[in-house]
């Protein structure tokens, strides 16, 4: 795994050369936000010969997994080996224009990336590089393979070329192909501070101090999902809707709640994203009322200040923390492709049901 932490031992011009590129990476990278490091610690590594054949970048959704892997084909393909975005290679890169940088990612009207795509992606990888003294290589979203697709990567990875980069992005390490992560030196991203992202969005993006504080905070730790919420407005209040829905279904019976999930299972086939979307804002919602019951300060969903002591106060510890595995549980079986109709009803019909007055269960139940 890469580190944030400069190598020990290394030589004063190789030390100045950190800093300085290190410099380079946070005056020059605004989108990198809270990767900095992951930047910084190739450049060390290039400095140093200790570079290898292939990365995996691992974290959430809208952390910057694409955005770190193009930082570091950047410096990848820089005639410094720093990113110094003035040098020929920089400039070409930065309009996507460079002839050995290669990006794959799954075609919209298909689930996986086929093997084929795969085949033409990797063809001629073996020739020299046209202007750098590298080929880079990105996979946005290597978890998204087909099993024949994986396989064909697999082989450039266990004899690659010597003058190319592969650069993979995936959600997690268990979402990979074990022999593939295994190739790969991992990168793994963590959810970025909320005030690192307001702090952004104010001074880069120009969005008013109570608006960017807003937008922080749904954004969970996602400077990705922040800037295009900033662009965005519509995002935030499809956030607000989805956990309305939820409080709704809290207090209706069991015809509105199977109407609501066939809704759902309908729009599957067309854009599963949309169908995952409001179950990961509701896992939000169940992770604060969570919290609340232990009294742990944390506003991490869009519930309004008074909506949330009421799902932890109207539901019991155990309610709470069985919908919050339930939801998980529904998230990881549509992404094994469980039945989504099955699955979406069953999750909403074991939705508890808040009453118009309930005594308050303890927070840790004895």
Known sequence: MLSAEPAGGASSSAAQTSVSSEHSV????????????????LIRALAAGRATHAYLITGPAQVGKFTTALAMAQVLLCEKGTGCREC?????????????LRILERPAERKTIPIKDVHEFTQGIALRPLEASRRVLIIDGADQLSVDGSDALLKNLEEPPPAVTFLLTA???AAVLPTIASRCQRVALHRVPQRAIEDYLIEQ????????????QAAAGCPGWAISASREPELLERR??????????LSVGSLDRIRYADNLADRWSRDSAAVRAPLEEWLRVWQDAAYAQLEVPRTRSLLA?????????????????????????????????ANPRL?????????????????????VAR
């Open 26 to 41: 946070r005056s020059t990278q605004h989108s990198l936000l809270g990767h900095e490091w992951a930047v910084a610690a």
């Open 171 to 173: 959600p997690d390490l």
């Open 240 to 249: 607000r809707r989805w956990a309305a829905d939820l409080l709704h279904l």
């Open 305 to 337: 200040s008074e909506e949330g002591p009421r799902v932890a106060q109207g539901l019991g510890a155990r309610e709470v923390a069985a919908m919050l595995r339930a939801t998980i549980d529904t998230l990881d079986a549509l992404e094994a492709n």
């Open 205 to 216: 993006r120009g969005i008013p101090l109570e608006q960017a504080a807003i937008i922080a």
């Open 88 to 100: 020929r290679n920089c400039r070409l890169q930065e309009r996507r224009a460079h002839p050995d």
């Open 343 to 363: 699955a979406l009803e069953t999750l909403v019909l074991r939705l508890p049901t808040i009453p118009a007055e309930r005594p308050a269960e303890p927070a």
